[in-house]
């Protein structure tokens, strides 16, 4: 009788860790396919992403030519109130500057100047925009670098698992030799007390 009570007890051992086991199992693979659903919904994000990109490039290329254009405008219009000012005090003093200091010479200057500081402002936008680019790449290798940590620590988890479950077998298989042991002395000696 206490076999057969053994063997259901046994019986429903197995088919409680089978049902534990269907419903772990069952539970990571529904967290797999939200994962699974999250990235999917992730990915068709990237065409906006890109388009958002585009736009602020295009945008950040389009005020920078305007600043340089308006820029340069202005410092046009200076050039000329200047060449309007200087002109007549060059013609009345024309014998005393020496034409290192004419309007011309000026006004050449000045345009050089104001075409670096513009080409400054561009070259500085352009500039920004590799670092933005350049970040956004360098992300990439930290992406594959945090995917191979995860990786490793789920095998470790794995590991420590299959460890636990090696060494709960072997703890279960000595407790249940020791118990079939303590049976055969008690059986033992309760033949030899028997039989004095």
């Given at each position: ?46 065409p906006r992403i ?30 000329n109130s200047l ?92 407790v249940k030799d ?19």
């Open positions: 009788m206490s076999k057969k009570i053994e063997t259901n007890q046994n019986s429903n051992n197995t088919n409680e860790q089978n049902n534990f086991n269907e419903s772990v199992n069952q539970s990571l693979d529904e967290t797999k396919d939200n994962i699974k659903k999250s990235i999917d919904e992730s990915r068709k994000q990237i890109n388009d958002i990109v585009n736009s602020y490039q295009e945008e950040s290329l389009q005020t920078a030519k305007e600043i340089s254009e308006e820029y340069i405008d202005s410092q046009k219009e200076v050039v060449q309007s000012a200087w002109r007549p005090y060059n013609e009345a003093f024309s014998g005393l500057v020496t034409n290192f200091c004419s309007p011309d010479a000026a006004a050449k200057a000045y345009t050089t100047f104001v075409s670096n500081v513009a080409d400054n402002t561009v070259s500085a936008i352009r500039l920004s925009n590799n670092v933005i680019f350049s970040t956004l790449d360098a992300w990439k290798p930290v992406l594959q670098q945090t995917k191979d940590a995860a990786r490793h620590i789920s095998n470790m988890g794995v590991n420590t698992a299959r460890v636990f479950e090696q060494n709960s077998r072997q703890l279960a298989a000595e020791a118990a079939n042991s303590n049976v055969n002395a008690s059986t033992t000696s309760t033949t030899n007390s028997t039989q004095h």
